[in-house]
C-alpha cells in the first residue's frame, strides 16, 4: 500500500464515512478543513482528496467501521508507516495484534507481524511497543534478524 492508494481509498469512501459518522457535507467540509464545494466534489469522485485531508479523516474518524475496514484497528500506524517508510519508530504501546495482525515469527522478545489488511510489517517488543514498521517485507526482516540478535 502506499500514498496514492491510500489517497484512492479514502477518497472513495469519503461519503461513507461522513454519513456513518451522522455529519452534514458542511459540518463534514468545516470538520475536515475543506470546503463543502471540493467535499462534493471528492464524494462524486471528481477529484481526489489530499494527502493532509486523507490524514485528517482518518484521524478523526479511526473509530468508524469503514476507516477501520479500510486500514484495520490502528489506522494511524498505517498511515505513519507510509510517511515514515522503514524508520524506527520512538516506543508506541499497541494491543499486540489479537486482531488484524498475522504472527510472522517470535524471538528474544521480539514480534514480527503482517497487518492482513493492509499487507505492512511491525515489529514488536516484549511489552508490545511497537518499534518498527514497514510495508518492505525484506527490509521488516532484516530488521527482525537484527533486533534479535542483540539481545
Not at 100 to 113: D, M, P, S, T, Y
Amino acid at each position: 500500500m502506499n500514498r496514492e492508494e491510500i489517497i484512492m481509498l479514502v477518497s472513495d469512501k469519503l461519503r461513507l464515512i461522513r454519513t456513518e459518522a451522522g455529519y452534514t457535507q458542511d459540518k463534514m467540509a468545516e470538520i475536515i478543513g475543506v470546503s463543502k464545494k471540493t467535499l462534493v466534489q471528492i464524494e462524486k469522485g471528481r477529484v481526489l482528496a489530499g494527502w493532509s485531508t486523507v490524514v485528517t479523516i482518518c484521524a478523526l474518524f479511526r473509530e468508524t467501521e469503514t476507516v477501520q475496514f479500510l486500514f484495520g484497528n490502528e489506522p494511524l500506524e498505517v498511515l505513519e508507516t507510509v510517511a515514515r517508510e522503514g524508520i524506527d519508530y520512538r516506543k508506541m504501546k499497541t494491543f499486540g495484534g489479537r486482531i488484524w495482525w498475522r504472527e510472522v515469527a517470535r524471538k528474544n522478545g521480539f514480534i514480527l507481524q503482517q497487518n492482513i489488511l493492509s499487507k505492512h510489517f511491525r515489529i514488536l517488543d516484549d511489552k508490545h511497543y511497537r518499534v518498527y514498521s514497514s510495508f518492505d517485507e525484506k527490509q521488516s526482516k532484516i530488521r527482525f534478524k537484527e533486533l534479535t540478535k542483540n539481545v
